[in-house]
């Protein structure tokens, strides 16, 4: 591979050059940058279509280490596909091209583990996981990377997949895992709980978190689905969220809460702004939510990661630069 070449990356490779762990750590030094100012993400471009199908664009720039990139995605019931494409933000240079599903999904589980590590009880050691879907193993991954745990409680509405999630997570963890048959029996007196659902109305209601509960709401990143009732941000001490524009375009709880009902959304923390701050959990915190949606610099952090051990590696396939043509065309026909 020269140092011309671009290189394309994947599913394989990317899970060989980053695990989770690393992940999350990438994510923390991009996310203080963000709060330093030395990150910016791009809003997302949103488009759906027909039985619920859409696509997604995320953008990001760091210009403390002069990288920038485009995530781009499809997801229809019939399948989906994630690309992210990587730049020199000095001149823009092609980089890299990455196949970027697992990548997508680190960065997902990342950030909640990230949130956790700064926003829930330091002896937090139970977690309650609402969903069971492809995003949840490595969920539970994350906060484990983060807190001690010690057991985990799982609810989905489908018993049949929740009690195979819950042999798939016993074998995956040293940890007590267990079935729970309603959402109230799941987050009773548990210090973690993470929704991640496709829900269309939500379902967890305040009084059934327990006080000093730290919820991860990463589920319900489209307008039309919701994940918890509005009476969550009433106990909530610490509102944090990912990224701001991307909540008030398409977070129907905070867009129900902040922009139509009593909420100011001046309120709503950055988990940027926070790690830059170092800050800390409010104490005596009756509950601390985190709300993602998905963002440029999540992706980013990752991706770079990726690329720079693949160069140091030698891995992924080399493909030649883009080189410019100029366009050609047909005169009109004359009779």
Known sequence: MTEASLVWLSEQ?????????DAIEALERGLRWEGEGNALNIPKALGTWADGSSMHALG????????????AWVNTKRGATAVFVLFDANNGKLLATMEAASLGQMRTSAISGLATRWMAAEDADEMALIGTGAQ??????AVSVVRPLKRLKVFSPN???REAFVAKAAASFDFEVVASDTVESAVDGTPIV??????????????????????????AILPAR?????????????????YLPNLQRASREFIEYYEKGAGDWSDVKLLGALIAENGKRPAGADITL???????????????????????????????????KEPRWRAMATV
Not at 200 to 215: D, I, N, V, Y
Not at 226 to 242: I, K, S
Not at 290 to 302: C, H, N, P, R, T
């Open 60 to 71: 990001s720039v760091f210009t403390q280490n002069a990288y920038c990139g485009w995530k």
């Open 290 to 324: 985190f709300k993602a949606m998905g963002m440029g610099i999540s992706d980013l952090s990752v991706a770079i990661l990726a690329y720079e051990r693949s160069v140091e590696k030698g891995l992924g396939i080399a493909i030649p630069q883009p080189s410019r």
């Open 136 to 141: 949840s193993l490595t969920q539970v991954a």
């Open 13 to 21: 490779e990317i899970v060989e050059l980053v695990d989770l762990n």
């Open 194 to 219: 993470t929704t991640i659902t496709r829900a269309e109305e939500p379902f967890l209601t305040a009084s059934m978190l327990a006080r000093g509960c730290h919820l991860n709401a990463v589920g």
């Open 226 to 242: 919701a994940e918890f009732t509005q009476d969550v941000f009433e106990r909530a001490d610490l509102v944090v969220g990912d």
């Open 159 to 161: 018993k049949e997949r």
